[in-house]
């Protein structure tokens, strides 16, 4: 059985899928902050499986604790968290909170119990802005400007201290930009309020349910003056997490989850009108606090230990976030 907590978040629900299709038995921990209890039953539609799950917080030992007696548990991969950068420095005490003491209480609970591998849901932005692109593993941790990325730092030096002593192997897996959604439309992702990541901005503009598109800067030093990012596929993403569960990757590995290839916002709009086939309403404004001008990952390490790498492009990505927003309006 795999624990998989944020089951039902954007994410987590992708993962589910492939573990699903994989053959295990999954059961998903939500507190439903950022999810809809609605998403699990989508799942077990799609997947024509039953699936377990818990609703309760990762800060609650007690409910972590049940959960563990009552399955029998021996893979963890860890999703549950908050990942608005721009809330995180509003509320910076419940990134702390949810991420770190989330992450600590999990492991606690784990000391008592054997499980073999423990997968975390880290990010670039551990990276902050490197001097050098593509980054790899190897690439120093930077200063990250928001809490949201303080905590991912955090939760990746506790994971390097526990990983001495613990039992079970740890992996971190920093992703780059997910985006897209499951090609049935069954699955995707369910922001609250106005999104705050290009992707659902734009799928929800061309719905009409937002006027028009804000680029953030239109002046940074890349060729069309827009900023870059290496956008993957979520359920290439997600395939990656079944992977890092099959093989014997040592104490503690943290591994890049990206394409390599870097898109700018204008390329990303572009690609989206081409497979719609709508014209996007956009302006280019100021730059947005916090935004690097580019990142985008070297995945070589993934493909060496995990035989993984993103097999769809950004048409596919934008074909199915598209599809999956006019899904939602069915
Ligand atoms: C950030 C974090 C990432 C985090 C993610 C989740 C970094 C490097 N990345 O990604 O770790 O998991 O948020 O929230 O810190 N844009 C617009 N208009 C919009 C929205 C976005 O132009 O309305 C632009 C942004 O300026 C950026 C690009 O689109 O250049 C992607 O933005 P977004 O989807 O928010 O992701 P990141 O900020 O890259």
């Not at 939500?30 to 077990?44: G, I, T």
């Not at 369910?190 to 002046?219: C, H, M, W, Y």
Request: hydrophobic letters at 40%; glycine letters at 8%.
């Amino acid at each position: 059985m795999i624990l998989l907590t944020g089951g039902l978040g954007y994410i987590g629900s992708h993962v589910a899928v492939e573990l699903i299709k994989q053959g295990y038995d999954v059961v998903i921990i939500d507190d439903l902050s950022n999810s809809e209890y609605s998403v699990l039953e989508r799942l077990s539609e799609l997947t024509d499986t039953e699936i377990y799950f818990e609703l309760g917080d990762v800060r609650d030992i007690t409910f972590l604790t049940g959960v563990f007696q009552r399955y029998q548990i021996e893979n963890v991969i860890h999703l549950a968290a908050k990942k608005a950068v721009g809330e995180s420095v509003h509320k910076p005490l419940h990134y702390y909170d949810v991420n770190v003491s989330g992450l600590i209480n999990l492991l606690k609970v784990l000391e008592d119990h054997r499980v073999k591998k423990f997968v975390f849901s880290s990010s670039c932005t551990v990276y902050g802005q490197p001097d050098q692109l593509p980054v790899t593993e190897s690439t120093p941790l930077g200063d990250t400007p928001s809490p949201y990325g303080k905590t991912k730092q955090m939760c990746e030096q506790i994971l390097e201290s526990v990983a001495k002593v613990a039992k079970h192997q740890i992996v971190s897996l920093r992703y780059f930009n997910p985006v897209g959604a499951h090609h049935s439309g069954k699955i995707g992702e369910l922001p609250k309020g106005v999104p705050n990541n290009l992707v659902p901005f734009i799928t929800q503009t061309s719905a009409g349910l937002r006027d028009e598109l804000k680029v953030f800067g239109g002046d940074y030093s890349t060729p069309d003056g827009t900023a870059i990012r290496d956008y993957i596929h979520v359920v290439d993403l997600a395939r990656a997490h079944v992977k890092a569960l099959m093989v014997d990757l040592g104490a503690h590995i943290a591994l890049n989850l990206g394409t390599r290839q870097g898109y700018s916002v204008l390329e990303v709009i572009k690609a989206f009108e081409e497979v719609s086939g709508i014209e996007l309403n956009y302006t280019i404004v100021e730059r947005r606090a916090g935004d690097l001008p580019e990142i985008y990952g070297d995945p070589s390490l993934a493909y060496k230990k995990l035989q993984w790498k993103a097999e769809l492009g950004l048409t596919d990505m934008m074909r199915d976030a598209w599809n999956w927003q006019q899904g939602l309006a069915k």
